[in-house]
């Protein structure tokens, strides 16, 4: 009897949560594993697809007879049995397939990339064969094949007289360097000295070095210290004295060296939350802890305590921060206390160091892991611990297919191994305080600042009035009054411009015409350094207007406040100050937001003017101003969960300030004074701010009383969008309770993006145990469908729009 392999097979257009059967080739001994990579023949041609085997078990008899497998692509799993049990969950729960969730556990290293190649047929007339293949058997097919050639390719290929195969190609190569090591004894290498000519002062420096060596170096490492060229290491090695040899190392995104710190005396909050943490690791629990401490109390110096106790006993930890990119100082505190053990998972690491830290956690050489979202993934074994800092952050959702939230997958790893989760805020998002309500979480509370400082007193400013008083400003007259104070006293200030759903745009003063991007329905956005007309969506990009495309007016106007434009407004109020701008033009290079952070840490400016980055995890003792330059813009969004992001922003970005000896002070500009989540944050009232905003969610059937889903159909035709979603509508709702609240469907509030059309509609539930499978069928459909509609489906969205 053969054994057969159960196969999850990478085919774009045919997905399926349905494994394949194929044979394994009698002559593969050694047996194949789930969660090992394959290549397999796929439908009638040459196709060659990737797949992962799923399950391997002993033929049974079938009607049909199976392919075999073509070829093996790992030696071992690359995804062990942990990871591929939570893809057949994720997969459920998020609707997606399960390729689609197994390649985004992989490092984009060891994501297969296919290589396409024509051959030749038989009845290929000689003639082209010469001219096109030459001597090859085969030539590749790269988008780089000059015109001509290809479309006498496409000829062949359509008379069938060529044809064209895939082949897989694994892009993650292990970096290899020289490494130089003595070949002789000390005695012989003494000798060997004695015997140089008194010029050869170069090789007389290596025997030395080669005679007292202990540790083993890399040839341009030794090259280096020794101030030597590589022929002169080429000439020692052919003389005996050392051997060369190729080994593997890591590429280390963290070369940088940190500061060793040591564990900090705790006071009693942080003692009481460490201690039932603890506990709950040493007894195998999968408690989920909510953490919830005002900023600045001390909840990193609780996650390092925690991660050292489960270190301590043997077992490894996880540790999740939002956006790591943001947050560079988390990151130093972890590895100042964890060192080595430490591996670090983000989007700014290139794909050769991400591959590298993977390996050295699937090796169990990490024994720490710290990442953003996707490292909730990380191959870690032996869990004790897992902490997700910052748990409302609306980055911890991926908002692509696989559309899953971080904290469930926290939480399903917490079950499989036995250990607590601890989900880390000062304002939590309302699903997990509600949750803390019912006793599903413990709450464990930090309620003051480390050092009983006080919270920074904050004020609101009135923007309506400021308007009325002097010419229009960025500027409140209060808030310059304060950053002068500051400059005054060698203090420092954070400007914070929230650009949440406003940028600057360009309109003609005489008809109102405002330029808008040709495929989506956004307007364009000013970039003033690279002059031009961005969209933000598509990426179009086109010259600033000098008349008005409409009516040829020169009466053009910019519109709205971008970071730029108030960095030039602030040097001429403020000539003198130094300032830094972080955003997302000044941040694109790698290392950036390290290096603009560290020069504000050192002094080097007196003002850091950002974007909501400049919001989160930032811990400068000399920050004792922070000023909200417009606190509104996010609360006009048409939707749910925009007056608990107002709130979150305002009281993260208010806590920057005065966190070391020198009380801190903040000043909240705003259009809406009077709105709760604005006056609630004044005051850092996390508390009210959840009951009054419970009640509301309450009063409007919203989450966390409503379950919620978002299904959105996109087409290059507008109509054939539209008539997909109401389609979707009456199917879902024939197959739902009279209790299921359907919003819309609506056309979704950017309504065309990259030259489709998206339209949506909302569903809003308490229990509806066929909405499940009704999904699933919507997503099987659609994939037999006509080929432009595509259909998502967002489980738990973040917002409704
Ligand atoms: P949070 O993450 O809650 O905003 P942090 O962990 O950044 O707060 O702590 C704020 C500051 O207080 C940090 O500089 C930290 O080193 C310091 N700190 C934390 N715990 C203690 C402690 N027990 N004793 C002294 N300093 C502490
Ligand atoms: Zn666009
Ligand atoms: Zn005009």
Redesign the pocket.
């Known amino acids: 009897m053969s054994q057969v392999a159960e196969v999850i097979v990478d085919v774009p257009t045919m997905q399926t949560n349905t494994p394949y059967s194929y044979l394994i080739p009698a002559a593969l001994t050694t047996p194949l594993l789930p969660g090992m990579r394959v290549i397999v023949p796929f439908g009638n041609g040459s196709r060659k697809v990737q797949g992962f085997v799923w399950q391997v078990h002993e033929q049974v008899p079938t009607t049909h007879e199976l392919k075999t497998i073509d070829s093996v692509m790992d030696l071992s799993p690359v995804l062990n049995k942990e990871l591929l049990a939570m893809a057949d969950w994720l997969a459920k729960t998020t609707f997606a397939f399960t390729i689609t969730v197994l390649l985004t556990m992989l490092p984009n290293a060891l994501k297969a990339a296919y290589e396409r190649w024509a051959t030749p047929n038989s009845d290929l007339d000689p003639a082209s064969k010469k001219r096109l293949f030459g001597e090859q058997e085969k030539i590749e097919l790269t988008d780089k094949l000059p015109a001509a050639q290809l479309n006498e390719l496409m000829g062949l290929y359509r008379k069938h007289e060529i044809s064209v195969t895939y082949e897989v190609k694994s892009k993650g190569h292990v970096k290899q360097v020289t490494m130089v090591k003595p070949a002789m004894s000390v005695a012989e290498l003494q000798e060997a000295k004695q015997q140089l000519r008194i010029t050869a002062v170069k090789q007389a420096d290596l025997l030395d070095y080669l005679v007292t060596q202990t540790d083993l170096i890399s040839q341009p490492a030794l090259e280096k210290t020794l101030g030597i060229t590589s022929t002169v290491i080429k000439n020692a090695a052919e003389k005996g004295w050392l051997t060369r040899f190729q080994a593997e190392v890591y590429r280390d995104p963290l070369s940088r060296a940190v500061d060793k710190t040591r564990p900090?005396?705790?006071?009693e909050a942080?003692q009481k939350a460490v201690s039932a943490i603890c506990a709950a690791t040493d007894d195998h629990e999968d408690t989920t802890f909510l953490l919830e401490?005002?900023?600045?109390?001390?909840?990193?110096?609780?996650y390092l305590q925690a991660i050292a106790n489960a270190l301590e006993k043997g077992q490894n930890a996880l540790m999740l921060v939002p956006e790591i990119s943001l947050t560079p100082q988390i990151v130093g505190?972890v590895r100042g206390r964890f060192g080595k053990q430490v591996a670090v998972l983000h989007s700014g690491l290139s794909a050769g160091e991400r591959f590298d830290e993977w390996r050295r956690i699937d090796r169990g050489e990490a024994r720490v892991v710290v990442g953003a979202r996707s490292a909730v993934f990380a191959p870690l074994t032996n869990i004790g611990i897992i902490i997700m800092?910052e748990e409302h952050e609306a980055s911890y959702k991926q908002d692509d297919n696989p559309r899953y939230h971080a904290r469930d997958v926290a939480l399903w790893r917490s079950r499989y191994h036995h250990c607590p989760v601890v989900l880390?805020s000062?304002t939590p998002s309302l699903e997990s305080r509600a949750r803390a309500q019912k006793n599903r979480y413990q709450r464990l509370l930090?309620p003051t600042?480390?050092?009983q400082q006080a919270l920074p007193e904050a004020t609101i400013v009135d923007m309506t009035q400021e308007l009325q008083k002097h010419a229009e400003s960025t500027f409140s007259s209060p808030l310059m009054a304060a950053v002068n104070d500051r400059l005054a006293k060698g203090e420092q200030t954070l400007l914070m411009l929230n650009r949440r759903g406003y940028s600057s745009f360009v309109m003609c003063r005489d008809c109102g015409f405002v330029l808008k991007c040709p495929n989506c329905d956004i307007s364009l956005t000013l970039h003033m350094d690279s002059h031009s007309m961005k969209c933000h969506y598509c990426g179009h990009e086109e010259p600033i207007p000098q008349i008005c495309p409409n009516c040829h007016s020169h009466h053009i106007r910019y519109y709205g406040t971008g970071t730029q434009k108030v960095e030039t407004e602030l040097k001429q109020l403020l000539p003198t100050a130094r300032i830094l701008r972080m955003d997302v033009d000044t941040t694109r290079r790698k290392g950036a937001h390290e290096r603009l952070l560290r020069q504000f840490g050192n002094h080097e400016a007196d003002i850091l003017l950002g974007t909501q980055m400049i919001a989160k995890?930032l811990?400068f003792?000399d920050v004792t101003l922070v000023g909200v330059l417009n606190a509104d813009t996010a609360l006009s969004l048409p939707d749910f969960r925009s007056s608990e992001r107002t709130f979150q922003l305002l009281t993260q970005v208010s806590?920057r300030a005065g966190?070391?000896q020198k009380p801190g002070q903040v000043f909240i500009q705003t259009y809406n004074p009077e709105h709760y989540a604005i006056q609630l944050a004044k005051s850092q009232d996390y508390e009210r701010f959840f009951l009054t905003e419970m009640k509301l969610r309450h009063q409007g059937n919203y989450p966390p009383y409503y379950f919620a889903v978002k299904v959105t159909a996109s087409d290059v035709e507008e109509r054939v969008a539209a008539a997909a979603i109401h389609q979707i509508a009456a199917q879902l709702q024939a197959g739902m309770s009279q209790s299921a609240i359907v919003l819309g469907p609506t056309p979704s509030a950017i309504a065309r993006v990259n030259k489709r059309y998206y339209y949506q509609l909302v569903i809003k539930y308490k229990q509806e145990p066929q909405l499940s499978a009704l999904l699933f069928n919507l997503l099987n459909q659609a994939q037999k469908n006509r080929k432009g509609l595509q259909i998502a489906i967002d489980n738990n969205p973040m917002s409704f729009m």
Do not use: M
């Open positions: 900090l005396h705790l006071n942080q401490g005002v900023t600045g109390s001390g909840k990193t110096e609780v505190r800092d880390g000062a930090l600042r480390v050092n995890g811990d003792p806590g966190r070391a």
